[in-house]
């Protein structure tokens, strides 16, 4: 039982306005943003000079590639191994041509596919960073992604430098099938040279990282980090529950969820991100 | 199998390639089980991961292999079990393996290369089992942990898919310095009908996302992610499955033959380089034009 009642039918907004008087209309748009942690307004300015994080319940935003990288790494980075696109090996056509998808892809997000590299330093120590896009096509790995994240550890190898992976992703990209599949033996095997020369490999996981991307890479560091409240998985969760026809428990599949499963290192707040990487590749330099 | 499709016919490239679909999941098709019980004397399993339990949806085992010349090969065998009857294939969880059953041929794997065991791999499964358990448990951890390890692994490895190839969960175990696929069987990043769920929003479009995924066997050798593909009886392997084995088990010992005369250090090296080659299709634009334009290579940062 309700305390008040709407006598009326649902509020409509007001009609659009036409013409001139469009231009008229003071537009807010985009200047306020609702935090999908605890539902208040935060101006937007507030929001992204604190790193996409809600200053007031510390819900973590998605954050871009572009931004990600500028948030790890000193002024002066550069930006590398641009330039490779899908060849679309499988001519793959669902309800819209992939070749469609992936221009939709660039055009939304100004790279090639869903993954940025950089070379630059992280505090004092100069690293190989990956950074994976989920705006475009998800974040899905297919083999441009593949082969961006193969140049990353490559570069790792040669340089002997620390590489740093910040995934987010859906997974194996579907609509380039059973090539986008071995692309994480692709990566793994590099990683295990990195391994075995002792090169330091952190994974940073932040929301959503599933799939293929979680069943190789983002499992593989030596250190696994997850931002807070990301989720992380094998199966996605539809996948899950209908396999087993129950609804999923509270909290499946995120970040702490995993903590307490023992699959993460640790989780951290954005703001403490790099002090931990820091942190943990001063622990991991090994005396030449 | 969708209703409305039954009235109009399929276009022949779909049909044909659920055909494939069909013949790769055939009940009558012997199961890796099967197989090495055909190709391998002596199988002697091997149980548990010694962390959590023991999938019985995967099958390790040491076993012997004849090779030509009449001596006898120690080799150490992994099998995805499907199970046969219906009490059996919900004890085998329908060949679905969890992280365990992983855990357990990583553990068997590293045995043989202590005893310095070549390692062979049958594989048939639709995917890694998704479950509450599973996950939990790391199921993505725990075939990401299988594909460093299987590239590095310092013995000759062979992984055969001979029914369906599903995912991660058969590429968890197919890391290998050769992998090979039977004439009718398929590889693929997802089973037809999970794609046909997600990208056509409809589950009964299955056959046509089994054509567009180009999912098998010759479709796959094209693309140039498997190593060779193995020829079945004309009919498929379940008319004969003997023939069938005879035919598998030549193959399998003529790479084994090939491996093992190469040295360990270029045999690893050979893998690494398949892997980190293999599945290339992409263009590259030269980075000299992006240098020239300062603008646009600050406006992207």
Known sequence: MSWFKRENADLTSAPAPEGEDAERRVRTDGLWVKCLGCRQAIWKADLEAN???????????????????ASLLEPGYELVDQGLRSTDPLNFTDIKPYK????????????????????????????????????????????????????????SLAGRKPLIIVTASGGARMQEGIVSLLQMAKISSGLAQMDDKRIPYICVLTHPTYGGVTASFAMLGDLNVAEPGALIGFAGPRVIEQTIRQKLPEGFQRSE???????????????????????????????? | MSEEQAGKPLPAAVAAAWERVERARHPQRPYPMDLIGRIFTDFSEIHGDRRFGDDEAVACGMARLAMPGGTTQEVLV???????????????????????????????????????RPVIAIIDVTAAYPGIGAEERGQGEAIARNLLEMSRL????????????????????????????????VYSVIPPEGAAA????????????????????????????????????????????????????????????????????????????????????????????????????????
């Open chain 1, 100 to 155: 469609l998808r992936l221009e939709q892809g660039r055009r939304q997000t100004g790279l090639d596919d869903a993954i940025l590299n950089a070379v630059g330093d992280l505090g004092p120590i100069p690293v190989v960073l990956s950074v994976m896009e989920y705006a475009f096509a998800g974040g899905s790995m297919g083999a441009v992604v593949g082969e961006t994240i193969a140049r990353a550890v490559d570069r």
């Open chain 2, 78 to 116: 992994i099998g995805i079990r499907k199970g046969g009857t219906t009490k059996e294939k919900v004890r085998r969880n329908f060949g679905m393996p969890n992280p365990e059953g992983y855990r357990k041929a990583l553990r068997s794997m590293k045995l043989a290369e202590k005893f310095n």
């Open chain 1, 257 to 288: 969820f995993l903590l307490e499963k023992g699959f993460l290192d640790a989780v951290m707040s954005r703001k403490e991100l790099k002090q931990y990487l820091i942190r943990a590749l001063e622990f991991m330099q090994v005396p030449a």
């Open chain 2, 154 to 185: 310092k013995v000759p490895t062979i992984s055969v898919i001979t029914g369906e190839g599903g995912s991660g969960g058969a590429l968890g175990l197919a890391v290998a310095d050769r992998v090979l696929i039977l004439e009718s069987a």
């Open chain 1, 51 to 69: 790193l996409n994080v809600c200053p007031k319940c510390g819900y973590h935003f998605g954050m871009d590639a572009q931004e990600r990288v």
């Open chain 2, 198 to 301: 997600i990208m056509w929003r409809d589950a009964g479009q299955k056959q046509f996302a089994a054509a567009a995924l180009r999912i098998t066997a010759p479709e796959v050798a094209d693309l140039g992610c498997v190593d060779g593909i193995v020829p079945e009886p004309a009919g498929g392997i379940y008319t004969d499955p003997e023939a069938g084995a005879i035919v598998l088990g030549d193959t399998i010992r003529r790479h084994l033959a090939e491996l093992q005369a190469m040295p360990l250090d270029q045999l690893i090296a050979t893998r690494r380089n398949k892997f980190r080659n293999l599945a290339q299709f992409y263009t590259e634009t030269p980075p000299q034009p992006r240098q020239t334009s300062p603008e646009e290579a600050s406006s992207r940062v």
